[in-house]
């Protein structure tokens, strides 16, 4: 009878070691006042940023880097694909774009009823490559970006080899972008 008694002295002991803290340790929450979830103030429509759409190319050094840089691809429909290249590596993606205006402006392999495309890729560079549609007088381009984290097309403009106007497709300017990281990587003596 005596170890039933002890049992449940010590039980009872027990139960209030582990409820008793529980029990103290808890407050009495303060309301704190809300803020909303959305500010409804009215907007400035000419203050606002609107995102850019259509097909986008970005390139840019890393940071603290002269041989490194970061390569992003977007098709305009929210799809987007990114890698890390080499300074190697770029010259030949300027070289690919250069390679694709050049051919863009010739009447080469032009499609009569049906488009004509010729991929222009390095041989040992298979991280991008340019598809130039031909058909008419029109040239179009599209450029895929391949990288450990996927594969993505996106048109970058077309040109008309006709026109005396001096071309203007993505492409053109996405090569500009190429050449002015590039100078930007180069470290300042």
């Given at each position: 009878?005596?170890?039933?008694?002890?049992?449940?002295?010590?039980?009872?002991?027990?139960?209030?070691?582990?409820?008793?803290?529980?029990?103290?340790?808890?407050?009495?929450?303060?309301?704190?006042?809300?803020?909303?979830?959305?500010?409804?103030?009215?907007?400035?429509?000419?203050?606002?940023?609107?995102?850019?759409?259509?097909?986008?190319?970005?390139?840019?050094?890393?940071?603290?880097?002269?041989?490194?840089?970061?390569?992003?691809?977007?098709?305009?429909?929210?799809?987007?694909?990114?890698?890390?290249?080499?300074?190697?590596?770029?010259?030949?993606?300027?070289?690919?774009?250069?390679?694709?205006?050049?051919?863009?402006?010739?009447?080469?392999?032009?499609?009569?009823?049906?488009?004509?495309?010729?991929?222009?890729?390095?041989?040992?560079?298979?991280?991008?490559?340019?598809?130039?549609?031909?058909?008419?007088?029109?040239?179009?381009?599209?450029?895929?970006l391949i990288t450990p984290h996927g594969k993505l097309t996106a048109a970058a403009g077309e040109?008309?080899?006709?026109?005396?106007?001096?071309?203007?497709?993505?492409?053109?300017?996405?090569?500009?972008?190429?050449?002015?990281?590039?100078?930007?990587?180069?470290?300042?003596?």
């Amino acid at each position: 009878m005596r170890t039933k008694l002890i049992i449940r002295i010590v039980g009872l002991v027990l139960l209030a070691l582990l409820t008793g803290p529980s029990l103290f340790a808890q407050e009495k929450t303060q309301k704190l006042p809300q803020k909303p979830a959305i500010d409804l103030r009215p907007v400035n429509p000419n203050k606002v940023l609107n995102p850019p759409s259509g097909p986008s190319f970005y390139i840019a050094p890393l940071e603290g880097s002269t041989s490194m840089f970061s390569v992003l691809l977007g098709d305009g429909g929210g799809n987007t694909v990114a890698g890390t290249f080499t300074l190697q590596q770029i010259d030949v993606f300027e070289a690919v774009f250069q390679a694709a205006k050049a051919f863009a402006l010739t009447d080469e392999k032009v499609g009569v009823g049906a488009p004509i495309t010729t991929r222009l890729m390095e041989q040992h560079e298979w991280s991008l490559f340019v598809d130039v549609s031909k058909i008419g007088n029109q040239s179009r381009f599209y450029v895929s970006l391949i990288t450990p984290h996927g594969k993505l097309t996106a048109a970058a403009g077309e040109i008309a080899r006709d026109s005396k106007k001096e071309p203007s497709a993505l492409l053109l300017n996405w090569l500009t972008q190429i050449r002015d990281a590039k100078a930007g990587a180069k470290p300042v003596q």
